[in-house]
């Protein structure tokens, strides 16, 4: 069954990328707080050490100058991000890009503010530039290959950079870190980051697509079928490439009513009286399961279920039998266990063509089936109650009854049908 994302699912898409992002920025800005506190009180606590570093000294002031603005913009356009979501909008791409590259230079403004004061090599080769890294890594969380690989080049280009207008590069130099191989492959690997984490952006994003898509399935399914659908019926709908057809197919339907149930709920309460029939429902439902049928529709305090239907089954009349004879044996359990909530029902079965496909409007579609098979069902179920009998079924699946041990009753006259119908009646 070919399923898309629909405009919810691709709406759902779209908030979980903001939302992603909304946790990025919240990160960084917790991850330069503690930056910011750390460079600070080294600078306070620790003079010796840094003016052993800094050829003369570092101001107080300079960890906050530095970093200072970029947690202010972090804050800022964490801000905007959220009015937009509130406002159901979204973060247009090109200021995911310009904001990917103001982010992703703090490193560098550190390295720029850093080697006027300190030697260049100590610099490059300390830890400011892994900083980058910390920016790659979040990028993944943007859910977006291109905007991870633009995070990596922008790390390259500025460690790149920046190495050029520090040191004087050569390619013969006498010390490897002043060569141009050796900060180009720093770059290069910065670029590999980028890559790798795009690639791990992309299988994120392409897992919670999948995941959307699975749930639109599942709840089209849930939609046509019912509440409930079997797992097995769910996964070979799921697997069919197209929407089911409308079409004439033979079907074997089953009714079930629960007789005298109305009378029942004056003695119950609300509570009661839906609780109760959660529970059968839940053991009947099970029963069909079991049995290769889905339960079609609930109707109060009965229920309709369809054997060969939406996918043939050349076993339909055999399996529709086991199964109504299961939940006599069933409910009869049931009332040994339950005296005070004992339930009586009647079943009608009967097998033919029947037409097939959904039916509804745009915005509620149901997969029902139509046709004299699905009344001839209802009226044997209806007849049960007359004959005092719990299960009837036609004399199409006679070949089945009496192998189970049925009673022919013979042909007996059937509301709204001109001539009589030979039925056949199980326990």
């Not at 919810?8 to 707080?33: F, K, N, P, W």
């Not at 107080?60 to 972090?74: C, D, H, M, R, S």
């Not at 709908?237 to 029942?264: K, N, Y």
Request: hydrophobic fraction near 50%; aromatic fraction near 8%; charged fraction near 20%.
């Amino acid at each position: 069954m070919a399923t898309t994302l629909s405009g919810d699912y691709a709406d759902a898409l779209r908030r979980e990328i903001m939302r992603s992002e909304r946790q990025r920025m919240r990160t960084l800005a917790v991850i330069l707080a503690a930056l910011l506190m750390v460079t600070t009180a080294m600078v306070y606590l620790f003079p010796n050490v840094v003016r052993q570093l800094f050829r003369d000294g570092v101001p107080p002031w300079l960890p906050v100058a530095t970093v200072g603005p970029f947690i202010l913009y972090e804050l800022g356009a964490l801000q905007v991000l959220e009015w937009r979501s509130a406002h159901g909008l979204d973060f247009p791409r090109y200021a995911r890009f310009l904001n990917a590259l103001i982010e992703t230079s703090l490193p560098g403004v550190i390295i720029f503010a850093l080697g006027k004061r300190m030697e260049a090599h100590t610099v490059l080769g300390a830890w400011p530039p892994l900083l980058f890294f910390i920016f790659i890594l979040l990028s993944t969380l943007r859910l977006d290959f291109a905007l991870s690989l633009w995070t990596g080049a922008v790390a390259a280009v500025e460690q790149m950079a920046l190495a050029a207008w520090l040191l004087p590069l050569s390619l013969l130099a006498e010390k490897a870190n002043e060569t141009w191989e050796y900060h180009l492959g720093r770059s290069l690997v910065l670029l590999l980051a980028g890559l790798v984490a795009g690639l791990v952006a992309r299988t994120l994003r392409r897992q919670f697509e999948a995941s959307m898509t699975a749930v639109a399935a599942r709840d089209r399914v849930t939609n046509l079928f019912g509440q409930h659908v079997s797992p097995a019926v769910v996964d070979r709908l799921l697997a069919t490439p197209t929407d089911l057809p409308s079409e004439t197919r033979r079907v074997c339907v089953l009714f079930l009513d629960i007789r005298g149930f109305t009378a029942q709920t004056r003695l119950r309460t609300a509570p009661q009286t839906v609780a109760l029939l959660n529970d059968f429902f839940a053991e009947m439902v099970e029963i069909v399961d079991r049995h290769n049928g889905i339960v079609n529709k609930f109707l109060g305090d009965g229920f309709l279920a369809l054997f060969g239907a939406p996918f043939d089954d050349p076993d339909a009349a055999e399996d529709a039998i086991a199964s109504a004879q299961a939940m006599l044996a069933a409910i009869d359990r049931w009332n040994a266990a339950r005296p005070a909530q004992a339930l009586k029902v009647g079943i009608g079965i009967h097998i033919g063509d029947t037409v097939t496909g959904t039916v509804g409007s745009a915005l509620r579609k149901e997969y029902t089936v139509i046709g004299d098979t699905v009344n001839l069902a209802a009226r044997l179920e209806q007849l049960t109650k007359e004959l005092g009998a719990r299960l009837l079924v036609s004399d199409a699946l006679g070949e089945v009854a009496r192998q189970s041990g049925g009673r022919d009753l013979g042909p007996l006259a059937i509301r709204g049908y001109d001539e009589k119908v030979r039925v056949w009646q199980l326990a």
